[in-house]
């Protein structure tokens, strides 16, 4: 078996498939190995369905000899515990709900099977996906690959770990306020959130429907693209004319490698022909992301309140310390928080009348210890997308000074996320090509 | 003007151009300042024609405007002096014809004119293309933009140089014992030599016509690609089913870093599912190089000698003592060296009736100081294709512990070029692809 097969992504995967180089029990069995070996320390699979990926090979293996392979055919993707697959447990990291088995397919994961994915098994998330460490009480504290102890972001956490560690060619992840594009960003990965409702989410375990995407994370951005095509037809990408920066980002305490990572990626487009220019607007990050918070605990009171009375052991404390505080915000206070999501979101719907593209950092900092405290900044700039309603791309820029993953995102206007997917391609290529020796930058 | 345009290769500068982001002028005009601020110390550059490249640049301008665009339209490109451009200066490098001015274009550059190019002016190279260290008496010590002091190679020194440093998009050198793929290897950029007699050789001072080919040299595969297209018609890409090392690599000394580029490379194409086997050959790497030498040291006697006898001034001692030795090797040895070389060549040959492509080192050493003597193994693993006559490209493949370039070459069987442009455009796409933390390799 070939020793790296873990870094042939989807779409170097798919090629090597089909020139009939690699096989696809080969890579199924290369994963499902891989995952024995590293996921006791990594903690993000939460199931590994061997048979299942077994059959499913086999299936793609018939395909390929009968000719009729189909676009996804035989790559290994494994899903968030909180998307129904059938006959696996889809508990959305709630012990409370350890036992629970999907009937059947989520309307997402069909799609990836028709397209002849390998569905390797369910990936370990933040509890009820309301928080965003992955250091979940019952299904164990997921790590990030790049250095044990810290976290893979959240709460797709399962998600980015997976794929960075080479556990799987592409994952599924769901974002409410930032959950694909957070671990993407820690991870080191990239991970798109589509515009809302593109992706089906009935078999989704939802929050906030009208802030719940799903969307995949994978190594690259032609990899990311791969499998958002099979989750859902897309528009074909249009030209970019001009991208927007915000200037409401420096209320916002970042990181310096944060910092740097917006500062390259901006020099790298305006090299590649793109013009930046910052529009000022009076964004309260902190106070939308809040508010998005607070729908999001008042959702999870409703969706989960009955089985929280029930059986509170099944729920962790930090969970319920969540749900609690929903419940004391008054409805004077919601009110205005929602009026304030709807006034953020105006905002940048109202600069992307201007520009085609807004490019901001997509986390103030980058993975931390998971025995710190988790910084409330984490989804201060993925939130927007969702207030929104906007599909957003997370796209790796750069490393801090102690190798941990630097991401920046694009947000675009609805039904653009070919738009986004090709420009993030473009800055992808010019983050990978040749750097020129530091006297010549 | 982008501060970073120049970080454009061929391939994303052609589509800047085609979507109207970046003007042919403004590219021009940016390589013409970075080679003004750069090139004093870099010494890549024998002469600079700002006029001819504007000149050229409105016209492509103008074709851009009337939509009758060509394949290299507006790409900035720079010429090895020993190719000859009409109007400027051709002198190969040597003092004695440091006023040549070429009266006419020769093929290749007719070529890529014809393609759009605009041609940058003439780059510094080893005098007489014999040598390869680009220290030149006549037209200064080029220095290789990864470490000042270290030599970028040769004999197309100047050319590594300049593509490294972002002072062109891209460079014709020019190559009889290694000199296209030994400056593309220490200067971190990709090198092709092609076929022997793809490229037409009429215009180029030729020292060995059994060996010389021209080539370009671009910072990534896409690149060459695109310039060796506009060289000549390549025939279509031909599936890679088994690749070959070579046994008789082992008894010629490799710098670590050296060894480490091949066993990633080998492990990577491994890993894309390419069969990599060791094939026993006796080839005498050191006294296969030191023939082809040789031979280019009469060759040299031949072409220079009357001009060195008239004007010694016009060459330097090492060219001198070069040719020297070789009036001193007597035709009985040199009659078996010539021996050696069919051997050599023969070997080759009969490996590639077993495998599409040989993979192997492009040099046995990184850059080196120019303060010390250079290695006299340089070539040893670059003449094996001009000996055959075989199309060979040079990939980057990592860095040694003191952040100079590695380069690992395939070699292909005849009319290969773009069979190993293919192969190499995904060896690439895999260096430069996600590499998952050391824990997870």
């Not at 088995?101 to 309307?107: P, R």
């Not at 807004?358 to 989804?379: E, G, N, Y």
Request: net charge negative; charged share 15%.
């Amino acid at each position: 078996m070939a020793a790296r097969l873990h870094q042939l992504g989807v779409v170097a995967l798919r090629e090597a498939f089909a020139a009939g180089r690699v096989s696809v029990t080969a890579a199924t069995e290369h994963y499902l190995a891989r995952i024995a070996e590293h996921d006791p320390a990594l903690k993000a699979f939460t199931e590994v369905d061997a048979a299942g990926a077994r059959e499913a090979a086999d299936a793609s293996a018939r395909r390929f000899d009968a000719g009729t392979s189909r676009p996804l055919e035989g790559i290994p993707i494994a899903l968030k515990a909180n998307l129904d697959a059938a006959g696996l447990h889809a508990h959305g990291g709630i012990g409370a709900y350890r036992d629970r088995i999907a009937s059947e397919d989520c309307a997402a994961v069909q799609r990836l099977r028709d397209a002849g994915a390998v569905i390797l098994g369910m990936l370990n998330m933040h509890e009820a996906a309301l928080g965003a460490t992955t250091d979940n009480a019952f299904f164990g504290q997921c790590q990030n690959p790049h250095k044990p102890g810290y976290t893979p972001g959240g709460s797709s956490g399962g998600s980015g770990a997976a794929v960075a560690a080479g556990l799987c060619a592409a994952a599924l992840g769901t974002d409410t306020l930032g959950s694909v594009r957070i671990p993407a960003a820690y991870c080191g990965v990239t991970g798109l959130k589509p515009g809302n409702g593109l992706v089906p989410d009935a078999g989704m375990m939802l929050l906030v429907q009208r802030l719940d995407c799903i969307g995949p994370l994978a190594r690259s951005v032609a990899d990311t693209a791969a499998v958002m095509q099979a989750l859902a037809p897309l528009p074909e990408a249009q030209p970019v004319r001009r991208i927007a920066t915000l200037s409401s980002l420096r209320a916002v305490e970042q990181e310096p490698a944060v910092r740097a990572g917006l500062a390259l990626a901006c020099d790298l487009l305006q090299g590649l022909g793109y013009p930046v220019t910052e529009h000022a607007v009076s964004i309260d990050h902190h106070r939308a992301r809040l508010s998005g918070f607070i729908e999001a605990a008042h959702a999870a009171d409703t969706v989960f309140g009955a089985d929280i009375a029930a059986h509170p052991e099944g729920f962790s404390a930090a969970f319920k310390s969540y749900v609690d505080f929903g419940r004391r915000v008054g409805p004077e206070a919601r009110a205005q928080g929602r009026a304030m999501l709807d006034a953020a979101g105006a905002e940048i719907r109202a600069v992307l009348q201007l520009a085609d593209v807004i490019l901001l950092p997509t986390t103030p900092q980058v993975a931390f210890p998971h025995a710190s405290d988790a910084p409330v900044s984490q989804a201060d700039f993925t939130a927007l997308a969702n207030i929104a309603g906007l599909p957003a791309l997370s796209v790796p820029a750069g490393w801090s000074a102690d190798g941990l993953p630097v991401g920046v995102q694009l947000i675009g206007r609805p039904n653009a996320e070919s738009t986004l997917l090709a420009l993030g391609a473009e800055l992808e290529a010019a983050l990978n090509a040749y750097r020129p020796p530091i006297d010549f930058a």
